[in-house]
């Protein structure tokens, strides 16, 4: 196969999101609590008339329609890697080695930090292997006020890495990761920005096999990509339960995001290997600081602008996965309440069908399985109890379970290359981690109804282990 030249790609001046996408979103709380009024009032109707109960045969219906596509579907292949010959910048003699280097888009690599001295070394050292032009290459670290060694750890790395940039943030400056992307990025000048984690492991051809998606169009829906997210993998896989759990987790959300972009539904940032364009961020009022996943905030106003999110089975990127139930949860609540606010926030876009029949379609799907259908469960569960019926929402979630079950197995048998009764193993660990979600939507959503500020964020602890 032939090596891939990078074009650049067209300017998107037609992209366009309305004013109240850009505007703090407002009256969560009372959103939040509508929706659970109407779950539980639904839930009780079709207990009360047996004849709601074809409500959930016919939705189940339209799911595994839906379902049938996602795993039928084979993704595309992704391009080429760039070619560049990394002679031509170091060569003396040459006149200008920038003018002599192919069409090749300055990145800005991202990195906030705040009291990560266990684990910046690492990804630092990572950074300095890139297969880049230096001279198309900013690497900015952004220290958050840290009161360990990053500061120290970050003027020692400037040493060995010319290229590398450091912005300290003063104290009180509020926003958490998003304030500090956004501070920084006046600062920049490229045209891609890539977001990595203080805990990541970056591959050395990571730019390399990435940038090619943004010069493309996405064949099937015809719209230009405005961002790329790389799978994520674990890089203290073995220490216990819930690192193991992590991995066949994130396999299953790599081979679902994989499909889901093969059907033309809803591609997803993931925060931590993110890559985006510059132009499309700025449209998008960049980072939001009123929300606690940004990565997820962002995914909705790309597509509601009109543009794709790529997404690379490999290169993956490697992040720590947390060790301990207590680390779990704080960090799956911020997740799922993250996660629960963007449809709070922008249904009426959502509703508007701006992102068009396919994405809505898929973006219903997962909305109902992910969120609505663990805070319906509570309801069904009292009925079944003290009236003795039978579980109404049993289609859906018999539906659910076969669903992730096809994930975690085609997920860990792609991504680890697993096989026989070793995958079935871990494809059973997997199912009994996840039931973790259960809980923390359950008590995300009563809480988000009650609770007038949101979640105060809780910082995942670092320790540097591999």
Known sequence: MSEFVWSEPEPLEDLHLPDWLLTTAQRRRLKALLVLVLVWGLVSLMHLLPVARWFTIGLATLMVIHINRLFRLQPPAPPPPLSWDPQQELDPEAESSE?????LPRVAVLIPAKNESAVLPRLLDSLAQLQYPTSHLELWAIDDDS?????????????????????????????????????????????ILLVCDADSVVPSDFLTRTLPL?????????????????RKAISNAGINFWTRGQVAEMASDSYLQQQRVAVRGIGELRGNGQLIRRDVLEKCGGWNEGTLTDDLDLTFKLHLAGVDIAFLMEPAIAEEGVTSWQSLWHQRCRWAEGGYQRYLDYWPGILSRRMGVAKTLDLWAFFISQYLLPMALVPDTLWVLFTGHSSVLLPLNALVMGCLTVAFYRGLRQVEGLQGRQLWWRTALGLVYMLHWLPVMIATTARMCVQPKRLKWVKTVHHGAV
């Open 99 to 103: 003018a002599k280097l192919p069409a």
């Open 147 to 191: 009161s360990d060694t990053t500061p120290d750890i970050l003027r020692e790395a400037q040493t060995r890495i010319p290229h590398l940039r450091v912005y300290p943030r003063q104290p009180g400056r509020g926003g958490g990761k998003s304030g500090a992307l956004n501070e920084v990025l006046p600062f920049t000048q490229a045209e």
């Open 214 to 230: 943004f010069a493309q169009t996405q064949r099937a829906s015809r719209r230009a990509v405005g961002a790329v997210q790389v």
